[in-house]
């Protein structure tokens, strides 16, 4: 495994920390309380988990994807469901960093790193339901594209 460095050690023991203080002797009730965890993720935003994927200069504090993957491991040694809030917003926050203008990059990207606005994505089809593998919807020209 890569080595990595204090700062990003630091991180991966607070994240350790946190699931095993907080989310583990209570991820039950939350699960069949059928609520969204505020509590959890305000405290995931406190970590700072939400800009680990956004660039310096908007805010962020990106790792190095040994550190990612292993945060991502802690989350969901805790709770899947968690692991999954922060790689949807991670996936759009990346979409954004690398295809987005300027202007997009600097409206959402340093309210994204903070977890102020969090972001994630959705994709289903008739028949598919949310299995990527099995879409089959089709675009076809009208015409009338420029």
Same mark, same amino acid.
């Given at each position: 495994?890569?080595?990595?460095?204090?700062?990003?050690? %630091?991180?991966? $023991?607070?994240?350790?920390? %946190?699931?095993?203080?907080?989310?583990?002797?209570?991820?039950?009730?939350?699960?069949? &309380?059928?609520?969204?965890?505020?509590?959890?993720?305000?405290?995931?935003?406190?970590?700072?988990?939400?800009?680990?994927?956004?660039?310096?200069?908007?805010?962020?504090?990106?790792?190095?994807?040994?550190?990612?993957?292993?945060?991502?491991?802690?989350?969901?040694?805790?709770?899947?469901?968690? &692991?999954? &809030?922060?790689?949807?917003?991670?996936?759009?926050?990346?979409?954004?960093?690398? %295809?987005?203008?300027? $202007?997009?990059?600097?409206?959402?990207?340093?309210?994204?790193?903070?977890?102020?606005?969090?972001?994630?994505?959705?994709?289903?089809?008739?028949?598919?339901?949310?299995?990527?593998?099995?879409?089959?919807?089709?675009?076809?020209?009208?015409?009338?594209?420029?």
């Amino acid at each position: 495994m890569l080595k990595l460095n204090d700062e990003e050690t %630091f991180l991966i $023991e607070t994240v350790r920390r %946190f699931v095993d203080r907080e989310v583990k002797p209570t991820v039950q009730e939350v699960e069949h &309380a059928n609520e969204y965890p505020e509590k959890w993720i305000d405290q995931m935003k406190q970590i700072g988990i939400y800009g680990l994927a956004i660039p310096e200069e908007y805010g962020g504090s990106p790792v190095s994807m040994p550190c990612y993957a292993q945060v991502t491991q802690e989350l969901s040694r805790g709770w899947m469901s968690l &692991a999954g &809030a922060m790689g949807g917003h991670t996936v759009v926050a990346k979409l954004i960093s690398l %295809f987005g203008t300027e $202007e997009q990059k600097v409206k959402y990207l340093p309210r994204m790193a903070t977890g102020e606005i969090r972001a994630t994505m959705a994709l289903t089809e008739p028949g598919g339901g949310s299995d990527l593998q099995a879409m089959t919807t089709n675009a076809k020209s009208d015409g009338t594209d420029p």
